[in-house]
């Protein structure tokens, strides 16, 4: 599966800021943002870059805040700076502020860090169809993993449409999947790259999640690596 950041070029959409780092990954869906410098400059003056904000905002929703947020997103961030408030707190139910990971289990520490590689710990979010189906949510859970495993671990078999509208199955998923990984395996690399290419590191670090014709692929090795980049 490709990375946000490299999947970005291949779909024509520009790359958001938050989204620097993200995986779709084997277990979201690519959005855009503006860089508020370039547009700012471009229209002049900041009374015209706060109407226009303003009626983004009145037409696009809660969309201008979410991961395909687009200009609405980037218009909002200006807005903020503009009007000299501090941006919303964006943090996902059950995540600590990004950078905050001080005190956190093992487990919780790579929850958190296969969560920026995959989505940028976004739980709403669904990639593209594979031949296995979408993944879903902030850990890209493939669709066929979806039922089986939330029996498992959430203790109900949810639909993926549930299972993406639930934080709390999303983590109990990730908690209980991860978690069997590092206890077999013993550390978190290893984990990392069966969450990534279902073997262990020294068999996984040189897959691929190349998608023939449309994306060259990262190996299992960049994954680990940008794993733990985070953790």
């Known amino acids: 599966m490709p990375t946000l950041a ?6 024509g959409l520009q790359q958001s800021p938050q989204f620097g780092g993200g995986l779709l990954g084997n277990q979201g869906n690519p959005g855009g943002n503006l860089q508020g410098g370039s547009l700012g400059s471009s229209l002049g003056n900041i009374g015209s870059l706060v109407a226009l904000s303003r009626m983004a905002q009145a037409n696009g929703g809660q969309n201008g805040g979410g991961p395909n947020g687009g200009v609405l997103s980037g218009l909002s961030g200006m807005l903020d700076r503009a009007d000299n408030t501090p941006p919303p707190d964006t943090t996902p139910p059950g995540n600590p502020p990004p950078g905050d990971t001080g005190g956190l289990s ?14 940028g710990n976004r739980y709403g979010i669904t990639g593209p169809r594979t031949r296995y189906g979408p993944a879903y949510g902030q850990y890209q859970v493939l669709e066929t993993n979806v039922g089986p495993w939330t029996e498992r671990w ?6 993926p449409q549930e299972f993406l509208a639930s934080p709390e199955a999303q983590d ?3 908690r209980g999947q991860f ?19 279902g073997r262990p590191y020294s068999v996984g670090r040189t897959r691929t999640d190349r998608i023939p014709g449309v994306y060259s ?15």
């Open 6 to 11: 490299e999947l970005y070029p291949a779909l």
């Open 106 to 119: 093992e487990l919780e520490r790579a929850r958190l860090a296969i969560g920026r590689v995959e989505s």
């Open 154 to 159: 959430y203790g109900r078999r949810l639909t």
């Open 172 to 174: 109990a998923v990730f």
């Open 179 to 197: 978690g069997s990984y590092l206890n077999r395996h013993g550390n978190v690399q290893d984990a990392a790259s069966m969450w990534f290419t």
């Open 217 to 231: 692929g990262i190996s299992g090795e960049e994954y680990v690596r940008r794993f733990m980049q985070g953790f």
